[in-house]
């Protein structure tokens, strides 16, 4: 597995520790990796994208420790990159922490300026507000990828989409906005503080508190209206640290 030069990695993976791994689930959506401490999400890459290829080791991935199963991060297999995402967020994401329950765009609708969304979010939130969403596959209004940098520059607050981790591209999303104020939104969010030394203020994500029924939404290809009622939204302020 080739390894890189990737700040937010290497600080994701700093303090894994070697948990026993329970399930890995690739759903539809959402893949899922347990350990006693708890289970985390990330979201699956399509499977027709490029770069998404099956699993080498399928079937022998609970073998593994958790901190070998994180270190899929660095893997050219976008699939293998979200297994190993989840197996980050089941160690950050638990119901041991004391985290504030809050959807962050109930955050961002309360903000005054121009707001750059990477990643299409519910728009009711952030209604009456100077929002340009970037898109791979824009809608009319929208922009595409090509416009990141200018768009993240130019913005007071920018809403990047926990996917990014997956697809590789968060570190330099992150560097574009790092002169205005960023949020990291979605079910894959790591709730990681050490994240806030990269510039980022605010970490949305999702604490799964019924491990069981997770296993059966992420398996039955659920959505993220159906992660509701197995867990809670938080947000992780950089400026309670």
């Known amino acids: 597995m080739e390894q890189k030069v990737d700040r937010l ?3 994701l993976l700093k303090d894994i520790t070697e948990e026993e791994v329970k399930h890995v689930i690739i759903g539809l959506n959402w893949t899922l990796v347990e350990t006693n401490l708890g289970a985390g999400l990330a979201h699956t890459p399509a499977k ?7 699993i080498p080791d399928s079937g022998k991935l609970c073998n593994r420790s958790l901190s070998d199963l994180a270190k899929l991060v660095w893997s050219k297999n976008f699939l293998e990159r979200g297994i190993g995402m989840a197996a980050i967020n089941s160690f950050y ?3 041991n922490k ?3 329950v809050s959807n962050g765009l109930e955050i961002a609708a309360g903000w005054a300026g121009r707001i750059t969304c990477v990643g299409r979010f519910p728009s009711k939130f952030l209604q009456h507000k100077e929002v340009r969403v970037i898109e791979r596959e824009p809608l009319v209004g929208e922009f595409d990828e090509t416009q990141s940098r200018k768009l993240l520059k130019s913005s007071r607050y920018s809403v990047i989409t926990s996917s990014t981790f997956v697809n590789g591209t968060a570190e330099k999303l ?3 906005g790092k002169h205005g104020k960023i949020m990291i939104l979605g079910p894959g969010t790591p709730l990681c503080s050490g994240l806030f030394n990269e510039g980022i203020n605010y970490l949305s994500g999702f604490v799964i508190r019924n491990k069981r029924e997770a296993r059966v939404v992420v398996s039955e290809g659920g959505a993220v209206k159906d992660l509701k009622e197995i867990g809670k939204m938080v947000v992780l302020e950089s400026n309670q640290y």
Not at 48 to 54: F, S
Request: glycine residues 6%; positive net charge.
């Open 98 to 100: 004391k985290i504030r």
């Open 174 to 176: 992150i560097s574009w």
């Open 48 to 54: 027709d994208l490029a770069g998404c290829y099956p």
């Open 93 to 95: 994401n638990n119901t």
């Open 9 to 11: 990695f290497n600080i």
